[in-house]
């Protein structure tokens, strides 16, 4: 369990020799406790106090990182029940699952590598593939992780019964860190080895906690340090129980035995192919680690993409998109400039207006702190010098022929002191509403 404040001073040396740059060490111990300092700082610290400060100090839910060619998908390292006490860190990587009997399954792999779509400015793309030992060869297996290597960099989850396969499979990833599906009651032991010997993550699967809990901590024992759980529920209730107890032990009660992600397969809890994408959000939501589809089509995959991404971004921080000046179908020298905050979804909503239009024109986007344009006007963060800066910042004077600057009419209070600030320019008050802004540029070209 975290420690407090306090409870870390008394483990530390308590010099105050300020070699971890903060001028006590009671000042360091609370810097500790809010995760804003690292324990390596102090370079006094006793064996003794490290070794019970480190272990006070992991995280609840353990990071678990799957690589390929340096492409990762990270799971883990959670610390609150909910979005809103603080944040969700790592964003539940999602894989489809794709099966060795696939004749096509190269061409497939690379058609869902090849799936991104630009949201907001953020480019979300699927994190992985799940390769099933199907045919149950495990030479099969084999050539459908070496063809899945050979089209795509993606992260991998092995799914298969035996050690065999995996040994032979494992020999083709060709240095990728992957997930091994899974260790159960029965072949624990022989998985646990495998793992190891290969470095990957593990997946442990067994019907209820106790059982699970069980099962990690032999694993655990075995040497296996990244494990990933698989609670044995499929359905929308049983998955979601056992989701937010496990969740629940883990971040309330420290249970170490259960702090680990969470593997979910909402194609096997569903009646039909139409369900497995509502399943999956509820996954995504509470409380999955990584998520395997079934069934991909970018339709799907965008919805729960752009889902996951709503839920995973930090409350505390606005998405928002670089300050600057950007051009709109190919603006002239006499194009207007229109103005707002570079709060993203301000952003898109003028652009994707505009450009729908074929209207060109100049965006000259201020640094609001990633705000929107009311919020961030009545916070003092868009104001006549903010706008003026941006206009002398961008050198947008260089490359038109007509001083003219379109503020948003929510913020039309502001056109005097634009005025002042910028002297010789012509300020226009536009609509509220991104929606008519074409109308507007179209009555005043």
Same mark, same amino acid.
């Not at 061409?107 to 994190?127: M, P, R, S, T, W």
């Not at 056992?242 to 909402?266: D, E, M, S, V």
């Given at each position: ?268 809890? @569903? ?119 941006? @206009? ?54």
């Amino acid at each position: 369990m975290a420690l407090t404040g306090l409870q870390i001073y008394k483990l530390l040396p308590q010099t105050n020799c300020k070699q971890c740059a903060f001028p006590t060490c009671l000042a360091f111990a609370m810097k500790l406790a809010a995760k804003q300092a690292e324990l390596a700082a102090c370079p006094f610290v006793s064996e003794a106090s490290k070794a019970q400060l480190e272990a006070a100090s992991q995280p609840p839910v353990r990071l678990i990182t799957l690589s390929t060619d340096g492409r990762k998908a990270v799971a883990g390292n959670e610390i609150v029940m909910f979005r809103h006490e603080k944040t969700f860190y790592n964003r539940a990587p999602v894989f489809v699952r794709l099966k060795d009997t696939q004749v096509d399954i190269a061409a497939k792999a690379k058609e869902i590598n090849e799936f991104a779509v630009d949201y907001v400015g953020i480019k979300l793309h699927i994190d992985g593939l799940a390769i099933e030992n199907a045919s149950g060869d495990a030479g099969k297996f084999a050539a459908a992780v070496e063809a899945v290597r050979g089209a795509t960099n993606f992260p991998l989850i092995l799914v298969a019964k035996d050690t065999a396969a995996f040994e032979v499979a494992l020999a083709k990833v060709n240095g990728a860190v992957p997930m091994l599906y899974c260790a159960d009651e029965s072949n624990w032991q022989a998985m646990a080895e495998v793992a190891k010997k290969f470095k990957a993550s593990l997946a442990v699967k067994a019907n209820g906690l106790e059982a699970l809990a069980a099962l990690t901590d032999k694993v655990k024992a075995a040497g296996v340090e990244d494990i990933v759980l698989d609670p044995g529920a499929r359905g929308f209730l049983d998955t979601l129980t056992l989701a937010t107890q496990i969740r629940r032990l883990a971040i309330k009660k420290n249970f170490r035995p259960l702090g680990y992600p969470i593997i979910t397969f909402p194609g096997e809890g @569903v009646s039909s192919a139409d369900e497995e994408p509502v399943l999956a959000a509820q996954h995504i939501g509470k409380y999955a680690g990584f998520v395997v589809l079934d069934n991909f089509t970018p339709a799907l995959a965008y919805a729960l993409l752009v889902l996951r991404q709503n839920i995973y971004t930090d409350p505390q921080k606005p998405i928002q998109v670089q300050p600057g000046l950007y051009e709109i179908n190919a603006p002239k020298p006499e194009s207007p400039i229109l103005v707002t905050t570079n709060f993203s979804i301000t952003y898109f909503s003028i652009s994707n207006e505009v450009e729908g239009a074929g209207l060109p024109a100049w965006l000259l986007v201020a640094d609001a702190e990633g705000m929107s344009v009311l919020t961030a006007w009545a916070a003092g963060k868009f104001d006549a010098d903010r706008i003026a800066k941006a @206009v002398k910042t961008t050198g947008v004077e260089s490359k038109i022929s007509r001083k003219r600057i379109v503020l948003p009419g929510a913020v039309a209070v502001l056109m005097g002191e634009v005025e002042e600030a910028l002297a010789g320019w012509q300020i226009e008050v536009g609509p509220r509403e991104a929606v008519d802004v074409p109308a507007y540029l179209k009555l005043k070209p």
